[in-house]
């Protein structure tokens, strides 16, 4: 129970309703918090804190609502680091806060403290909450248009792509949406720490259509900013890998694992593609029916390489005219890599707890390697092998070229005034080889 004096103070805690990282003061650790998301029986909480560091004493404080202060459910706090890390100071982690199933149905929001300070000094509004939870009474307590009570769409497949830092390609982001409504997606999440403003401009379009229900393929931004933390009275820089891909891995596979049959994580510049079914939900829901006991499927990489610019017949002018990678890259190296080295995995959410960059740390079930005639990554980047003998390989144009080539007609076609921010493939010097 809350004395008096603490639910004066309950009633003017912060709510974070923007996605942005909070450090949990008052700790003898530093922890940053990003979000959390509803489990069914735990709330898990998205986090950075330091590699290694064990802490204790740590409790959930969940609040029915804030209208009125009300007694709050404390659980004990299991802080776990996510094993992807590549030593560097600071990791992703997840905290996971369990609730009573019984009380659960009440808890909107929740905060972090010990035992020795309350309230917590932040409050994150529980998402992802079950159809039905999200009562009218504690959507009013947040601001209007924060998108915390969104009306989610089940979907047969969820993108999640890493964050995007100076990210300018604005021709390189129409693609990667296009080419995954192609391949099947019902939603691409992306993660913005700094973009230019050509590229601001075509999110907004994508986001603004499908909020008006004029596109079926939902994108979401999340803000990605990782912020400075304070310890012994001095700001610090954080230093984790890769603006804290493993962080957001986390957050989109359990963001949206109830509203997901399957989640691909994959890079702006790739694509994992089907090469005899119709969509990568079909292949891997076929695969999947074959051994009920898959929870994920990995693809094989081979890399297209920008220093061999091969158009393909018959869209010359399309590959120019939009800076397409699949229609003006059909030159790849001549091998695949191996299982696990570059590959991307497509997973059923609700049998994987803890996913990495290119495989899947902690689930309940076993990995499958999809057959190279059936599928693999199809990587549109920047030659990893200087001068190693290549390949022609068309079958993604073969396959998606037509569609690929009306659809980004019609994107550009309204975004006439907008930047495509990129620069024309050019051909590697052979003097170099």
């Not at 009633?11 to 069914?40: C, E, N």
């Not at 986001?207 to 400075?228: C, F, I, M, N, T």
């Not at 109830?258 to 089907?274: L, N, R, Y």
């Amino acid at each position: 129970m809350s004395t008096a004096s603490e639910e004066k103070l309950i009633r003017h805690l912060p709510i974070d309703t923007t996605h942005r990282f909070h450090q949990v003061k008052s700790l003898d650790s530093m922890i940053l918090v990003y979000a959390a998301i509803w489990q069914g029986d735990n709330v898990r909480i998205v986090a950075l804190k330091t590699l290694g560091e064990d802490i204790k004493n740590l409790s959930c404080v969940f609040f029915r609502s804030l209208k009125v202060p009300s007694p709050s459910f404390t659980a004990a706090a299991l802080v776990s680091d996510i094993p992807e890390h590549h030593d560097y100071q600071h990791t992703a982690a997840s905290i996971t806060c369990p609730v009573q199933r019984q009380t659960s149905e009440q808890l909107r929001f929740v905060g972090l403290t010990n035992q020795t300070h309350f309230p917590p000094t932040w409050l994150l509004p529980v998402e992802a909450l079950e159809t039905g939870q999200e009562s009218d009474e504690n959507k009013e307590e947040l601001a209007p248009g924060d998108g915390m009570y969104p009306l989610e769409q089940n979907v047969g497949l969820s993108v999640c792509v890493p964050a995007m830092y100076g990210f300018k390609n604005a021709a390189q982001l129409v693609e990667k949406i296009e080419m995954s409504r192609l391949l099947g997606a019902g939603r691409v999440v992306f993660y913005n720490y700094s973009i230019s403003f050509n590229v601001d401009a075509v999110l907004r379009m994508y986001a603004r259509d499908w909020s008006q229900g004029r596109d079926k393929l939902e994108v979401k931004v999340y803000p990605w900013h990782l912020p400075e933390f304070e310890q012994s009275g001095k700001k610090k820089q954080l230093s984790i890998h890769y603006l804290g891909q493993m962080a957001a891995i986390d957050h989109c596979l359990h963001r949206y694992r109830q509203f997901s049959q399957f989640i691909i994580f994959s890079d702006m510049d790739e694509f994992a593609v089907p090469l005899q079914h119709n969509s990568l939900y079909e292949l891997v829901a076929e695969r999947q029916k074959m051994n009920s006991s898959r929870m994920g499927f990995l693809f094989q990489s081979s890399v297209f390489n920008k220093d061999r610019p091969s158009p393909a017949l018959g869209f010359e002018t399309d590959a120019l005219r939009y800076g397409s990678a699949v229609l003006g890259l059909t030159s790849r190296d001549n091998f695949y890599f191996p299982e696990n080295v570059r590959s991307k995995v497509m997973v059923d959410p609700k049998k994987v707890d803890v996913m990495g960059i290119h495989y899947i740390f902690e689930g309940s079930g076993i990995t499958d390697i999809v057959p190279l005639e059936q599928g693999f990554l199809a990587h549109y980047r920047e030659p990893l092998n200087n001068c190693k003998p290549g390949v022609v390989d068309s079958r993604v144009v073969d396959r998606f070229g037509k569609r690929l080539a009306a659809r980004l007609r019609k994107v550009w076609s309204r975004l006439k005034n907008v930047s495509l921010g990129w620069e024309p493939f050019k051909k590697k010097d052979s003097k170099r080889c």
